[in-house]
């Protein structure tokens, strides 16, 4: 594990692995290594205001008729930490920015300690638009709004995903157990190695 193994451990989290088999790191370079020098950072710059474009557009579930404001995503296009929260709050809804609001605020702490900035990662939520009065989300909006988080996660290719929530978790790993089942172990997503 890199030097921010202790802090993952220390905050009861463990790496998320791209692919169904490999653990081996030797076989892939790090995001920034490969993206400078394959050039694909610019692509993947361009996809994601491609993809945020969409998203803006989005019409798929009623949750467009209640939005302020898109809440797409944000941070490192090369990052290596990917953190995915549930839905964007008011304050999110307000600003057009993921994390914003109070838990933007522990958010900060938490990259903080592990001497991270928000420049440093990429968060984004499984919903792009707010639910009313912060209800959990419905079954189709997750449907027709996920795949522009599995998007973003190909476009980034981040090695570490922080599920931040149970409900975050539950997405990301198709799975309905709760956190605490989920805790303690590696989880792969994805097919294929990144």
Same mark, same amino acid.
């Given at each position: 594990?890199?030097?921010?193994?202790?802090?993952?451990?220390?905050?009861?989290?463990?790496?998320?692995?791209?692919?169904?088999?490999?653990?081996?790191?030797?076989?892939?370079?790090?995001?920034?290594?490969?993206?400078?020098?394959? $050039?694909?950072?610019?692509?993947?710059?361009?996809?994601?205001?491609?993809?945020?474009?969409?998203?803006?557009?989005?019409?798929?579930?009623?949750?467009?008729?209640?939005?302020?404001?898109?809440?797409? $995503?944000?941070?490192?296009?090369?990052?290596?930490?990917?953190?995915?929260?549930?839905?964007?709050?008011?304050?999110?809804?307000?600003?057009?920015?993921?994390?914003?609001?109070?838990?933007?605020?522990?958010?900060?702490?938490?990259?903080?300690?592990?001497?991270?900035?928000?420049?440093?990662?990429?968060?984004?939520?499984?919903?792009?638009?707010?639910?009313?009065?912060?209800?959990?989300?419905?079954?189709?909006?997750?449907?027709?709004?996920?795949?522009?988080?599995?998007?973003?996660?190909?476009?980034?290719?981040?090695?570490?995903?922080?599920?931040? $929530?149970?409900?975050?978790?539950?997405?990301?790993?198709?799975?309905?157990?709760?956190?605490?089942?989920?805790?303690?172990?590696?989880?792969?997503?994805?097919?294929?190695?990144?």
């Amino acid at each position: 594990m890199d030097q921010h193994g202790p802090y993952l451990r220390e905050m009861g989290l463990t790496r998320w692995r791209f692919g169904s088999q490999s653990t081996d790191r030797t076989k892939f370079p790090s995001n920034k290594e490969q993206h400078f020098r394959d $050039g694909s950072l610019k692509a993947n710059l361009g996809n994601l205001a491609v993809l945020a474009r969409e998203a803006d557009g989005c019409r798929r579930c009623g949750l467009h008729r209640t939005r302020g404001k898109v809440v797409f $995503g944000s941070g490192s296009a090369a990052a290596r930490w990917m953190f995915v929260g549930e839905a964007p709050g008011a304050e999110e809804d307000k600003q057009g920015l993921p994390f914003v609001g109070r838990a933007g605020v522990l958010l900060g702490a938490m990259l903080n300690s592990i001497r991270l900035s928000r420049d440093d990662v990429y968060i984004a939520n499984v919903l792009k638009c707010r639910p009313p009065n912060n209800r959990d989300p419905f079954g189709q909006e997750v449907r027709e709004c996920a795949p522009f988080l599995h998007r973003q996660i190909d476009l980034v290719q981040p090695e570490i995903i922080v599920a931040m $929530g149970r409900f975050a978790a539950q997405v990301l790993l198709d799975s309905d157990q709760n956190l605490v089942q989920l805790r303690g172990r590696p989880h792969n997503f994805g097919e294929t190695s990144a």
